[in-house]
């Protein structure tokens, strides 16, 4: 199991302090530094300053939203920092939401599984250099009838296959993530409850013809983030993570359609799941934190004292994982790079 670094969003007022973090992951053998985007910073923007000052770790968006770029633009930009990093960049793409990609994009949110088929073939296509052509159901080009014509990447990208991840939740999403992607990006990835998670990804690898017949996982990587927090007091570790929790199984999406209060109550977390919602949708977002079960967090992250957490971090490799990316929820830097440190000793 190899480690992952998450460093989140930019622009938070502790950009500093994530370039730190990230050249100590470096400097430590970490295997990849994530960045995310939502409708703050981008992501390419920020992996291109990291690749600058870092010279082995990979550069991973997590991710770069598909409603916010076209198939060649992210083609384009994935072949770019792929070169100027030395063959370091990782590709996750997902669809976000439907507040954002209708809200931010002005996209569409329907047939997101068609959609995201359609554009990593193309993305895939344009990095191969072959001439783009492609008519399907969400895209079309050229398009038809216009004075647009067929064309080829200018440049020759380092690798012509960039590791493509996919950020899924559902189970349609994830046997998708199976069938198309190198790897899945998780979220709130609970060792006992990974067993269906990755049986959708095992579908989607069979119908593909991937991996082996007695291990369809094999060559696919597994990287979720998972929350690290250091203290003695496992409760208040708890406590550093429910805003997050809540955030996310409350706020992020509609009351209909939340893919992470969805994935909560697949958990059994059910009756949590609608009051941490409730709670969120009306403003009370201290109370829906407040809401978040310990025992969901504590599924999901790995808290407590040292000892603890290397009793459990185990759990992940044999759970499938493949790369253990993990986020400090701290605004220290010290305690930051303490974390980095002691799961580099651990898992290292």
Same mark, same amino acid.
């Given at each position: 199991? $190899? ?19 990230? !050249? ?19 992501a390419p923007t920020v =992996? ?16 770069? $939203?598909? %409603? ?97 991840? =996919?950020?899924? !939740?559902?189970?349609?999403? =994830? ?17 006992e409850h990974s067993g269906?998670? =990755? ?16 291990? %369809? ?9 998972? %929350? ?5 007091d496992v409760e208040r ?39 941490? $919602? ?14 978040? %079960? ?55």
């Amino acid at each position: 199991m $190899q480690l992952g670094i998450n460093l989140g969003y930019w622009g938070a007022g502790n950009d500093a302090d994530n370039l730190v973090t990230a !050249v100590e992951a470096d400097r430590l053998g970490y295997a990849v530094a994530w960045v995310a985007e939502a409708y703050g910073s981008d992501a390419p923007t920020v =992996l291109a300053w990291i690749g600058a000052q870092t010279e082995r770790i990979d550069l991973g968006a997590a991710v770069m $939203q598909i %409603p916010a770029r076209t198939p060649a633009t992210t083609a384009m930009t994935a072949a770019t920092i792929d070169a100027l990093s030395g063959g370091r960049f990782r590709l996750g793409l997902g669809v976000s939401g439907p507040q954002v990609s209708e809200g931010w994009h002005g996209v569409p949110f329907a047939a997101p599984l068609g959609r995201t088929r359609e554009y990593v073939d193309i993305v895939r296509m344009a990095l191969r250099r072959e001439t783009v052509a492609y008519q399907g159901k969400h895209w079309q080009l050229p398009i038809p009838d216009g004075p647009g014509k067929s064309l080829k990447l200018t440049v020759h990208p380092v690798r012509p296959e960039v590791p493509i991840y =996919l950020a899924a !939740v559902g189970p349609k999403n =994830l046997e998708l993530a199976g069938e198309i992607a190198d790897g899945w990006l998780a979220i709130f990835y609970s060792p006992e409850h990974s067993g269906e998670l =990755l049986e959708s990804v095992r579908v989607g690898r069979r119908r593909a013809g991937k991996g082996t017949e007695g291990d %369809p996982l094999e060559g696919f990587d597994v990287v979720p983030t998972v %929350p690290v927090v250091i203290d003695d007091d496992v409760e208040r570790a708890a406590r550093a993570i429910a805003g997050y929790a809540a955030l996310y199984i409350g706020g992020m999406g509609s009351r209909d359609q939340n893919f992470y209060n969805r994935l909560a109550r697949r958990m059994g977390f059910d009756e949590a799941a609608s009051r941490i $919602q409730d709670l969120y949708l009306d403003g009370k977002h201290r109370d829906a934190a407040a809401a978040v %079960p310990f025992e969901l967090i504590d599924a999901t992250s790995l808290i407590g004292p040292r000892e603890r957490i290397a009793e459990r971090v185990g759990r992940y490799a044999d759970a499938g994982v493949t790369t253990l990316t993990v986020s400090a929820f701290t605004p220290r830097i010290d305690e930051r790079l303490d974390m980095v440190r002691m799961m580099a000793e651990l898992v290292g």
